[in-house]
T-cell receptor, first 112, second 114 residues
Framework: SQQGEEDPQALSIQEGENATMNCSYKTSINNLQWYRQNSGRGLVHLIL?????REKHSGRLRVTLDTSKKSSSLLITASRAADTASYFCAPSYFQGAQKLVFGQGTRLTINP | EAQVTQNPRYLITVTGKKLTVTCSQNMNHEYMSWYRQDPGLGLRQIYYSMNVEVTDKGDVPEGYKVSRKEKRNFPLILESPSPNQTSLYFC?????????????FGPGTRLLVL
């Protein structure tokens, strides 16, 4: 399967703590994208890391990519209640068009 | 405001009654796509379109049709819905179908087929 697999499936932390979630995939990629989905809503693009990049930052988000291990991690620092959501990694392949393959997601709960 | 809109947001229908879910984007994006989201299965791509009049099957196209007559619109058609098409549907668009481009998602359409 080309889809990414997130780990853990669920994560519960206290507000202010850091949250780390991981993604593994099986074949070579063009890039890997992370998306957030608030309950029952559409997905929101968070960050894109290209296959030749190792780390990328966006605000409180830090994404790493290790192509040798076929894995990525998303770190959210200083978590807030509004970060409660499901997070999906989407390895991206090019097959005539960019193809994103979503995993099951990590359900993150931030406790006040 | 740049956005992808879907209608309806919620729909209950019966087996066999044709329905259309509309999707529209105001960002002049070339690429549009439909996904369905089911518990335990994640998001799966149904169809995509690289540009006007160019559509192609995704991973789960059976039972669905699409058309792309205008750049901004990409309706999803269920000619004869069945209960296994009960799902949460998302439309997405991006500037192009080339790599390294983020996709923008609509708010979703929750469909129940009885």
């Amino acid at each position: 399967s080309q889809q990414g697999e997130e780990d853990p499936q669920a994560l519960s932390i206290q507000e202010g703590e850091n949250a780390t979630m991981n993604c593994s995939y099986k074949t070579s990629i063009n890039n890997l994208q992370w998306y957030r989905q608030n309950s029952g809503r559409g997905l929101v693009h968070l960050i894109l890391i290209r296959s030749n990049e190792r780390e990328k930052h966006s605000g409180r988000l830090r994404v790493t990519l290790d192509t040798s291990k076929k894995s990525s991690s998303l770190l959210i620092t200083a978590s807030r209640a509004a970060d409660t959501a499901s997070y999906f990694c989407a390895p991206s392949y090019f097959q005539g068009a960019q193809k994103l393959v979503f995993g099951q997601g990590t359900r993150l709960t931030i406790n006040p | 405001e740049a956005q992808v809109t879907q209608n309806p947001r919620y729909l209950i229908t019966v087996t066999g009654k044709k329905l259309t879910v509309t999707c529209s984007q105001n960002m002049n994006h070339e690429y549009m796509s439909w996904y369905r989201q089911d518990p335990g299965l994640g998001l799966r791509q149904i169809y995509y379109s690289m540009n006007v009049e160019v559509t192609d099957k995704g991973d789960v196209p059976e039972g669905y049709k699409v058309s792309r007559k205008e750049k901004r619109n990409f309706p999803l058609i269920l000619e004869s819905p069945s209960p296994n098409q009960t799902s949460l549907y998302f439309c997405a668009s991006s500037l192009s179908g080339r790599p390294n481009v983020a996709q923008y998602f609509g708010p979703g359409t929750r469909l129940l087929v009885l």
